[in-house]
């Protein structure tokens, strides 16, 4: 094929692999239009326009374009209220201030969809003693598994929330993506089923949702179905591929106003927060976010039919359904992960000639190979591959800021691994 050479193996394979995911695609371009519409109808009702664009300084008081930008993410994300700033570092930097904005001292969090992802565990005193963690502040943590077939366990939370004379439980966590595990994606009704059950428990106790991975995924969001709190990333699905950096955190308007303290201090909140350059890329990305996000569905089912093909275990299945833009395979030996993540390097516009080598990293128990020849640093809704060096070997990919670059990359991975295999 053209200038990257790949084998008339991978190609046939590749053809055999679009024709069978034909139906997914058309669901996934039916989710892309409602999304679209959906987000540009608050455009327009919120009569963006390019002086919402301009940068502040200082202080940044009467930042038109922020406050605007809020005004908007909330009604996209079905909430009263948001908070979506560039001085959230990151996703776990939105989740862990949104937390704290769910709980009080003495409290516990409850995790409902088993252990949270590996980067989240030294902010709630999961593991370490870090300064500053939820545990740190005495906040205790308490989990319930996932049930067999990888739904919530509706009987198991309602055990857990109704024994609550002993145990003040001030929040319940539902982490919608799969993280580094091969449990599926949590949909947005199971987060809804989730919400009323806790709800009609006790009102009092806050549904916080980590939505990294998952927006406009599904046509509704978390907030739709009476989720209180939610956060997550702008370097992924929500930034469409444009936003250089940031987060969010949305929900119910006392929660949005406790995570703002938090993010700056008491009395000041979101009123303040300069940003010299402007708003426009992210007003831009949020806009695009429908359709590069189905850029990315399309992409890792493609990819998780093309592996399957070529005898590897893939999670999700390629005609399963989705709530989220992550794909495991699963590998079983360490070369393999390393040849797959040599190969989506290879496919991406930066760095490609980077060989990808396994390495510790703050946050993790195992040293982890990462594949990510991104325009914007860490960005994963961009093609990227990444994976713990420990059995079984899998690697879990996602992104695709378009489907035909991130089909490439995907077939230059599946070569490397017939290389290795050879």
């Known amino acids: 094929m053209g200038y990257f050479q790949i084998s008339d193996k991978i190609q046939e394979l590749a053809e055999r692999a679009i024709c069978d995911i034909a139906p997914q695609f058309c669901d996934i371009e039916r989710v892309e239009r409602i999304n679209t519409e959906k987000v540009l109808a608050a455009f327009l009702r919120h009569r963006v326009s390019d002086v919402c664009f301009a940068g502040t300084t200082g202080y940044g008081y009467n930042d038109r374009g922020r406050d605007t930008f809020d005004l908007l993410f909330a009604d996209i994300m079905g909430t009263s209220s948001a908070l979506v700033r560039t001085g959230f570092v990151n996703g776990t930097h939105a989740i862990t201030t949104a937390l704290f904005a769910s709980l009080k001292p003495g409290q516990t969090l409850l995790s409902v969809t088993g252990l949270p992802y590996d980067t989240l565990h030294p902010a709630l005193g999961i593991s370490g003693e870090m300064k500053g963690s939820l545990k740190y502040y005495g906040i205790s943590y308490a989990q319930v598994n996932l049930a067999d077939d990888g739904a919530p366990d509706l009987n198991a939370i309602a055990s857990v929330l109704r024994s609550g004379e002993t145990v003040d439980i001030g929040a319940v966590l539902i982490q919608r993506s799969r993280g580094y595990s091969s449990r599926r994606a949590i949909t947005v009704r199971e987060i809804g089923e989730i919400c ?227």
């Open 196 to 422: 009323d059950l806790v709800h009609g428990i006790n009102k009092d106790i806050n549904v916080f949702v980590d939505n990294c991975y998952g927006e406009f995924s599904e046509t509704i969001e978390p907030g739709d179905v009476n989720a209180d709190i939610l956060a997550g990333s702008l370097i992924k699905n929500p930034g469409g591929g444009i936003a250089p950096n940031g987060g969010y955190v949305a929900g119910r308007e006392d929660l949005v106003e406790a995570a703002a303290y938090r993010l700056t201090t008491p009395g000041i909140g979101g009123e303040c927060g300069a940003n010299p350059y402007g708003h426009r890329l992210y007003f831009q990305g949020l806009f695009v976010a429908p359709h590069t996000v189905a850029q990315a569905l399309k992409t890792v089912v493609f990819c998780s039919r093309l592996l399957e093909l070529l005898g590897y275990k893939t999670y999700p299945k390629y005609d399963e359904t989705r709530s989220d833009i992550v794909q495991a395979v699963e590998f079983g030996r360490p070369e393999l992960l390393s040849r797959f993540c040599k190969g989506i390097q290879m496919g991406a516009p930066v760095d490609s000639y980077v060989t990808p080598v396994a390495a510790d990293m703050p946050g993790y128990d195992s040293p982890i190979i990462m594949a990510a020849g991104s325009f914007i640093q860490g960005s994963t809704i961009e093609l990227s591959a990444d994976g713990p060096l420990c059995p079984p070997y899998t690697a879990y990919l996602q992104g695709g800021l378009t489907f035909e670059s991130g089909k490439l990359g995907i077939m230059l991975a599946a070569q490397s691994l017939c290389e290795c295999d050879a």
